[in-house]
């Protein structure tokens, strides 16, 4: 019986870990969102520079729009062509010109070589139309820009509503446990 309940557990809390909907963050019912793998994006038509949006996506615990490879970039690029409601082309990057190279905010280099337009400024954008990257002002508040902020599933808002609903299925499975076993 323990170790069918403990099994229970365990799959339980291994479902809840891979569900996308465990690290998307608790959004309003309007809010656009889409998941690929292991990651959750929610999106934002709201103007603002480059600063304030990436302030707004670190409130939540998420990050601006970030890239492992190309091939994640097209993925992710292709879900926003599918979805609903994206009126925009450009999309802030959480990227920063550094001396002369790009580095995402988490001080990691792009490890491939996209397709860059030529612009000024220390931020970048992204333009889903095209697939192509340009700099621009980081303050620069600009009707046309948006913002998404992407949510993985090590993001702290995830993990601590995955612990909170594994604290929950430990307590239904003790009590089951006192109830059957040891009431006997």
Known sequence: MIILLSLLLALTVHAQVLDPLNYCPNTPMEAEYFVTNDTC?????????????????KRTKGSLLMFKDKNNEDEVINKIAMTSGFSLHFYWLDIN???????????????????????????????????????????????????????????ISGSSRVTQNAAVLLTLVLTLYRLFVTDR
């Open 41 to 57: 994006y929610l999106t934002s038509e709201k103007s603002q520079s480059w600063t304030s949006a990436h302030n707004d996506c």
């Open 97 to 155: 010109r550094v001396g002369d190279s790009w580095k995402w905010t988490t001080g990691a280099t792009v490890t491939y070589t996209p397709n860059w337009e030529t612009g000024n400024g220390n931020c970048a954008v992204i333009n889903v139309a095209t697939k192509s990257w340009s700099p621009r002002d980081c303050d620069a508040e600009v009707w046309d820009i948006g913002y998404i902020c992407q949510y993985d599933s090590t993001s």
